[in-house]
């Protein structure tokens, strides 16, 4: 039975049902503002804020994965390759361990090759793709042309290197050419200005 306080009015307060209601409103209240958030940070990241973007999800701290990998996805189309690699590290590998975990979504997967490679780790980026195994997956495939590429670029020696013990030249920097991450998400992307001969509405996959 809950404590019950007597009140000016004459009436009696159930102060374990007041405790609960109020315990309710503040989880809604919290859930109410990361839904906010999270609809500024997709706004953001729809137009293309990537800094505003990550300084919300930062600021957030949320260890939620699809927020963690939004915040991992900034990095990387801001140009901090090392810092999103070390993040999807955590994200995709076994703790202590340098085996994936299984049940880490291929996305996921993809966003720590794709860091890898663009952080001069072309071998460990290759090493991922090849524990996805999936010769049909447009990023799989555009991970594997541009180290193909890269590779057409380096000197015999180096080439030697890379054929017999994928030994990577100092401070290697395989470039892509197509945004680099996937959020794992669809976000509205705002209408176009009125001479695009774009429709007034466009669903992209980001």
Not at 10 to 21: E, F, I, K, P, W
Not at 34 to 42: A, E, K, Y
Not at 113 to 126: D, E, F, K, Y
């Amino acid at each position: 039975m809950g404590y019950r306080e007597r009140v000016t009015d004459g009436s009696n307060l159930d102060v374990s049902r007041v405790t609960m209601s109020s315990t309710n409103d503040q989880a809604s209240a919290g859930a109410a503002k990361r839904h906010l958030t999270w609809g500024n940070i997709v706004g953001l990241i729809a137009k293309g804020d990537y800094e505003n973007a990550y300084g919300l999800l930062k600021h957030e701290g949320s260890r939620e994965p699809l927020m963690v990998n939004a915040k991992g996805v900034c990095l990387l189309r801001l140009g901090r390759y090392v810092e999103a690699a070390d993040l999807f590290r955590n994200m995709v590998l076994a703790p202590g361990c340098m085996w994936i975990r299984k049940e880490s979504p291929t996305c996921y997967k993809l966003n720590f090759a794709t860091a890898l490679l663009l952080a001069g780790h072309p071998s460990g980026c290759r090493d991922i793709l090849a524990e996805i195994n999936d010769d049909t997956n447009p990023t799989v495939i555009a991970l594997r042309d541009t180290i193909k590429r890269w590779v057409s670029g380096l000197s015999f020696w180096q080439k030697v290197n890379w054929w017999t013990g994928k030994i990577e030249p100092a401070n290697c920097r395989p470039t892509i050419d197509f945004p680099p991450g996937d959020f794992g998400l669809h976000v509205s992307l705002p209408p176009p200005t009125p001479d695009a001969s774009a429709t007034s509405h466009h669903q992209a996959a980001v």
